[in-house]
């Protein structure tokens, strides 16, 4: 029905920059929100950035001032994010998932979720 593909991950040292995208595709009427979430070994998953319908980008305390998250608004690539990650710290290592939820015929709030993509920051 809604397929998430993500890529950009990797091993990084720290200080250095990754850029991670995600491009959402199938069934969909609408994108409600769209962003990535993370989940490092040991620990629960945790929000890291979030993009809704209008615009309006939330971040994780942790990440702010660091990452930037946008959206492809191009025609053809309108449910694309970007999540760019500067001044990686080893503490960023963890699996980025991607998330979206959207709005299909059947479910008008539809949670979608990628495979991961694995960020490890050396120090």
């Known amino acids: 029905q809604v397929q998430l593909v993500e890529s950009g991950g990797g091993l990084v040292q720290a200080g250095g920059s990754l850029t991670l995208s995600c491009a959402a595709s199938?069934?969909?009427?609408?994108?409600?929100?769209m962003g990535w979430y993370r989940q490092a070994s040991g620990k629960q998953r945790e929000l890291v950035a979030h993009i809704t319908s209008g615009g309006i980008t939330n971040y994780a305390d942790s990440v702010k001032g660091r990452f930037t998250l946008s959206r492809d608004n191009a025609k053809n690539a309108k449910n694309t994010v970007y999540l760019q990650m500067n001044s990686l710290k080893p503490e960023d290592t963890a699996v980025y998932l991607c998330n979206a939820v959207v709005s299909t015929l059947y479910d008008p709030n539809l949670d979608a979720w990628g495979q991961g993509t694995l960020v490890t920051v050396s120090s």
């Open positions: 199938g069934s969909i009427l609408s994108v409600n929100v």
